[in-house]
């Protein structure tokens, strides 16, 4: 393991919830004049993300041409990143748009074409698809790449993925990176089996478990410090930090980051209930709660049930037109675990179990054991123990990534 390399980030100072302390009372004095003793409420200091302190990052970018990796949760406030910049006068050659592009709206895995943004002229180069790496020739001309993409917190969601092939491109052509920091929504914990490198792909690329505790400027610190990238080299990046935030506060995402992650809950339910992507169950694509009901024709319990069809964001969604039977978890309390129960029971109730798990299953777990642990029945405090060591070594890795206070 290697230590974190102070060169790698440009550290600034957070402040943090800072309160004027209670003044002691007055000494009592004998006479009949009342003492009245003063405090002071304590003033929370608001959150800000990376990109809203434009100060701090503004004259990194002064006379320098710019490529801008973002997406629709790119926004200061209602105005998007690009305009904003745009307007101070920053020098902006391209956008590069993560899977569900540049407006956020296309389905997971859905091809996203190159185009022109309509509003500023800006060609759109897509890092999806066959491109999920800036080639030399797209960058060439720049100087900087900025990341600002609101992440979940989950090592399959792909945004940290298009992050990694950033820094790779960028150190292969001598660039910078520059990374707007966000707050993770999944911050308050870590959880799930840490990947094995047999099963790396763009749903896992990194030894790291489900959700791994980290907001992307600490992970992006991570890889450099880790050496993960091609070739063991490390990227030139800068993290501005989020001001006032701690591993411990709760976050609800002010837009959605993808079609199918419409709301907080989820954002809650979709550490645990992704693994049925790699599976004969659906996660209610297709319905008006994505990622918050789960069900198959093949459940055997009857109480609850849902039609996928066809909607924008999910045009193709498994068992499109097919009743599901399963649950619904929109109303339940969500615990800070990657839980197992959901899988578990809907595999135990299945018809069909021998056609269950499909291929990207192994991709999604990260591993090939949780499969046969399902399979040979094995309980949720069986399998969970089975993560410990490899958990174990990864906290003692994480801690020295953290910029922010933790939740330990």
């Known amino acids: 393991m290697t230590q974190p390399m102070l060169f790698l980030y440009t550290s600034v100072l957070l402040a943090f919830n800072a309160c004027t302390p209670k003044q002691a009372p007055a000494t009592q004095q004998e006479t009949p004049q009342a003492q009245t003793e003063v405090t002071t409420t304590p003033v ?12 701090l990052y503004l004259p990194k970018l002064a006379g320098k041409r710019v490529g801008m990796v973002v997406n629709q949760t790119s926004t200061i406030g209602n105005t998007h990143l690009v305009d904003t910049l745009l307007a101070r006068g920053v020098k902006i050659t391209t956008i590069f748009a993560p899977e569900h592009g ?6 997971a895995g859905a091809y996203v074409k190159d185009a022109k943004d309509t509003k500023t002229g800006l060609p759109i180069i897509s890092l999806y698809g066959a491109n999920k790496k800036p080639k030399a020739e797209q960058i060439k001309d720049l100087d900087v790449l900025l990341f600002d993409i609101q992440d979940v917190g989950t090592r399959y969601y792909t945004y940290i993925s298009t992050m990694h092939y950033v820094m790779e491109a960028a150190v292969e052509n ?25 099963h790396t792909s763009f749903v896992g690329m990194h030894p790291i478990p489900i959700v791994h505790g980290l907001t992307v400027g600490e992970l992006a610190n991570m890889i450099n410090g880790e050496k993960w990238l091609e070739g063991q080299r490390q990227a030139k990046v800068t993290v501005i930090p989020v001001a006032n935030y701690n591993h411990k506060m709760p976050y609800s ?4 980051p993808s079609p199918n992650l419409p709301n907080d809950q989820a954002i809650k339910l979709y550490t645990s209930i992704c693994f049925f992507e790699g599976t004969n169950v659906s996660v209610g694509r297709g319905t008006p709660t994505p990622f918050q009901v789960i069900g198959s024709p ?5 109480e609850f049930s849902f039609t996928p069809v066809s909607t924008p964001g999910a045009t193709n969604p498994p068992h499109k037109d097919v009743v599901c039977y399963g649950k619904d978890l929109t109303n339940v309390k969500v615990a800070d675990k990657v839980d197992l129960s959901y899988l578990l029971d809907m595999y135990q109730n ?13 991709k999604l777990a990260g591993t090939s054991k949780l499969r046969e642990q399902v399979i040979a029945g094995k ?30």
């Not at 540049?102 to 389905?107: E, I, N, S």
Request: glycine share 6%; hydrophobic share 30%; no cysteine.
């Open 253 to 256: 995402l002010p837009i959605k």
């Open 44 to 55: 929370a200091k608001k959150m800000q993300t990376g990109a809203e302190q434009l100060d």
């Open 102 to 107: 540049f407006r956020g709206d296309a389905d």
């Open 379 to 408: 309980t949720e405090a069986e399998i969970r123990a089975t993560w410990e060591p490899g958990l174990s070594d990864y906290k003692k890795m994480r801690k020295q990534y953290l910029m922010y206070p933790d939740f330990e």
């Open 298 to 302: 093949y459940y055997t319990k009857k």
């Open 350 to 362: 299945s018809t069909n179990k021998d056609k269950f798990f499909n291929n990207f299953f192994e």
């Open 174 to 198: 001598n660039k910078e990176v520059l990374i707007l920091d966000r707050p993770n929504p999944n911050g308050h914990y870590v959880d799930g089996p840490v990947l094995e490198k047999e």
